[in-house]
Nanobody, 127 residues
Framework: QVQLVESGGGLVQAGGSLRLSCAASGRTFSTYTMGWFRQAPGKEREFVSAITWGGDDTYYASSVKGRFTISRDNAKNTVYLQMNRLKPEDTAIYYC????????????????????WGQGTQVTVSS
């Protein structure tokens, strides 16, 4: 059974930083692309960032590029999202997802390309 558990969310002032973690179990973590998405109240889940199975390639939404950094530690089965210079519009529930197919990446920005999801962690940025 695949499990993804996010942590690290919280309340932070604008301009601050948070580091999210997503611990995975139940499948060979090092063979799957991982992604971070977020969902604000009344909005659809949107792509934030993705990283390929070996960590060689990373992708970012334009709204977070230059402020957020995705990374992974395959020895710890964990993917991270370092979020700097946070803005009130970054407020959302953040979810990590595990890709459908090992050693593959196509529509990394599409939630439908991810098979498993964590329960989410709330990030609130005050102005």
């Amino acid at each position: 059974q695949v499990q993804l558990v996010e942590s690290g969310g919280g309340l932070v002032q604008a301009g601050g930083s948070l580091r999210l973690s997503c611990a995975a179990s139940g499948r060979t973590f090092s063979t799957y692309t991982m992604g971070w998405f977020r969902q604000a109240p009344g909005k659809e889940r949107e792509f934030v960032s993705a990283i390929t199975w070996g960590g060689d390639d990373t992708y970012y939404a334009s709204s977070v590029k230059g402020r957020f950094t995705i990374s992974r530690d395959n020895a710890k089965n964990t993917v991270y999202l370092q979020m700097n210079r946070l803005k009130p519009e970054d407020t959302a529930i953040y979810y990590c997802g595990s890709y459908r197919i090992p050693y593959y990446i196509a529509h990394y920005y599409a939630p439908s390309d991810y098979e498993y999801w964590g329960q989410g962690t709330q990030v609130t940025v005050s102005s």
